[in-house]
């Protein structure tokens, strides 16, 4: 939530604005959901998830946000082409896609693709927009993204030729590249609450799976309600739906898309992190040594970029 509307000693005035620390909560929850998707794949339907979860994302945010909404809509129905571009782009093509893709390829593929959402970032900022990277963007960026490969390729750049790419592959990347659309028009949202915003993107996101979801029924995958789908869907729509955004976009508000961008390598390292922790893999050299590449990609890439100092005027 905009600072405006919280108390000045309240923990949550003070996350709302630290943009470091909410990009890299939602590469974190976004992290968890690549490695969930992978692991309920064939259990839980892909596109039913996806319409349920920002259903459930909408149903959660509505106590807090109807009187924004009230206050709003005026705004929102005003600029419904933009609304209707960022529920397409971040909501419902980008997670459709990518859980969609996770039921043809690994974790460690989504994970390596992952690597790439900075650069679909800068491409649309650029191509949208004409905003370029500084050089401090760009090497924080080629830093963390080489980090990022030492650590899914296990200190071996010859595995990269073993890795084997298939259509669940083309279709996350497909869904970075509609994400990165996102990313970058969402530095030209309308002038209302945050809550305000995503509460109608998450809607309109809803609507727009709701026939996909319908087709999915109908040809027989359906969702069985046990343990594994509850617990799924209580992370996807608490954690990876409703905090991860409302992160992502409060940070890029406060700092921009390119500045913001580099935090995405740091969804491949926190997935590794996971693996580690939850799947017992064994922290190795490798790791270390990536985790710092991407650290300190990531702080370069981000960091305010020096102002060139005014030249005294000609008397």
Not at 160 to 176: E, K
Request: charged content about 10%; aromatic content about 12%.
């Amino acid at each position: 939530m905009p600072a405006d509307d919280l108390k000045p000693s309240s923990p949550f005035a003070w996350l709302n604005n630290q943009p470091y620390l909410l990009l890299t909560l939602a590469s974190l929850f976004w992290a968890g959901n690549i490695v969930l998707a992978r692991y309920v794949a064939g259990h839980v339907p892909p596109l039913t998830l996806s319409c349920i979860r920002w259903i459930g994302t909408f149903l959660m945010l509505w106590p807090f946000a109807r009187t924004h909404l009230v206050r709003d809509w005026r705004v929102l129905l005003a600029n419904w082409p933009l609304l209707l571009v960022l529920a397409l782009t971040g909501f419902a093509i980008n997670n459709a896609l990518s859980y969609w893709a996770m039921q043809y390829t690994q974790a460690l593929n989504g994970l390596l693709i992952q690597s790439s959402a900075p650069l679909f970032v800068a491409l649309w900022s650029l191509v949208l927009f004409g905003v370029r990277l500084t050089a401090a963007q760009l090497a924080g960026i080629a830093m963390s993204l080489t980090g990022v490969l030492v650590i899914l390729l296990r200190g071996d750049l010859g595995a990269l030729a073993a890795i084997q790419f298939n259509r669940g592959d083309l279709m996350f990347a497909g869904a970075l590249l509609v994400f990165g659309i996102y990313s970058a028009v969402m530095t030209r949202r309308p002038a209302v609450h945050q809550l305000s915003l995503i509460s109608a993107c998450t809607a309109l996101g809803a609507l727009l799976l709701l026939p996909l979801a319908a087709w999915e029924y109908a040809s027989g995958f359906v969702l069985q309600l046990d343990l594994l789908s509850v617990l799924t869907l209580g992370y996807v729509v608490v954690f990876a739906s409703t905090l991860a955004y409302l992160f992502f976009n409060r940070g890029i508000g406060l700092i921009g898309p390119n500045r913001a961008a580099p935090f995405l390598h740091l969804v491949p390292l926190f997935g590794s992190v996971l693996a580690i922790l939850l799947l017992g893999e064994e922290l190795k050299p490798f790791h270390l040594i990536g985790y710092a590449l991407v650290i300190a990609g990531v702080i370069i890439a981000s960091r305010v970029p020096l102002r060139r100092p005014q030249a005294a005027p000609k008397p």
